[in-house]
């Protein structure tokens, strides 16, 4: 009501709320425009790809198709050196649009047994949330009764440690197998670019935001995870973040830690 009210166009980035609701409407179903992911890991997947939902036929007629590799360029058979990158990967913007009727026909029936999966992410989900929940020095969202969420990915904050504590643990945790995404890193890792990477825009001053990713971290919680797969992930992350707090922080063992 207040966007419609000031004549603010709502675009909703669904990538992570297919099949959520708020107060019992579907995500996507808000504004003017929904994008959805279709991506590997994402809540229909068709290994590459993604749609614009839209009731407004001016919009859906100009939308225009891209792709992008988000910071995960080297993975591709047919790159170029890292180099050839350094500029590139700041200077241009990554978007999704890609689909064609292989990929719906792949993805029109994971539609049919979306909420399944919506209820099997979220025991993942609540089994993690409940282990991180217990551990000093690990801060979880909290989630309103509003929200009927999807829970293939988990977030927590790290708000009381040092950059090099978060990436000890983060080391931590990769030794042991499980992977962390950090949007605290100065530079772009994969897909946790910060606005102060992204070059093609003019730069901004948002220091509330980056106080925020400072000490976010974030993990994919795939439906290939089994639910002791989690607990012992659970258990890891617990531990790892237990050493750092419990004082095991000084310089040589952050630094041992990191390097290792």
């Given amino acids: 009501d207040l966007l419609r009210a000031k004549e603010v166009s709502l675009i909703e980035d669904c990538a992570h709320t297919m099949g959520a609701k708020w107060n019992g409407q579907r995500s996507g179903s808000f504004g003017l425009a929904a994008c959805f992911s279709s991506q590997t890991y994402k809540h229909i997947n068709s290994g590459e790809g993604g749609f614009l939902t839209t009731d407004d036929p001016d ?12 910071m995960l360029y080297d993975q591709h058979d047919a790159a170029p050196d890292h180099d050839v990158f350094v500029d590139i990967r700041l200077d241009n913007p990554n978007c999704s649009g890609r689909m064609d009727n292989l990929r719906a026909a792949i993805l029109r029936p994971q539609l049919k047994i979306l909420e399944d999966n919506r ?3 979220n025991e993942r989900y609540r089994l993690l949330e409940a282990q ?8 979880l969202p909290d989630r309103p009764n509003a929200e009927e969420y999807v829970g293939s990915s988990i977030q927590f904050f790290l708000n009381q440690m040092t950059t090099s504590q978060i990436q000890a643990v983060i080391a931590s945790c990769r030794e042991r197998g499980v992977e962390l995404k950090w949007f605290g890193a100065e530079e772009p890792t994969g897909y946790t670019s910060r606005h102060d990477s992204w070059r093609y825009m003019d730069r901004q001053s948002l ?3 980056d ?3 400072s000490k976010l971290l974030d993990m994919r919680v795939p439906l ?3 639910l002791d797969d989690c607990r012992l992930i659970g258990e890891i992350i617990a ?7 419990a004082g095991e922080d000084s310089p ?3 630094e041992s830690v990191i390097r290792a």
């Fill in 239 to 245: 531990e790892s973040v237990s050493d750092v707090v």
């Fill in 211 to 213: 106080a925020i990713l």
């Fill in 132 to 139: 991180l929940s217990t551990v000093a020095g690990v801060t």
């Fill in 252 to 254: 040589e063992y952050l």
């Fill in 59 to 70: 919009l859906i007629a100009r939308a225009v198709i891209r792709s992008g590799s988000y």
């Fill in 207 to 209: 220091p509330n935001s």
């Fill in 119 to 121: 209820i099997r992410w």
């Fill in 224 to 226: 290939t995870f089994t």
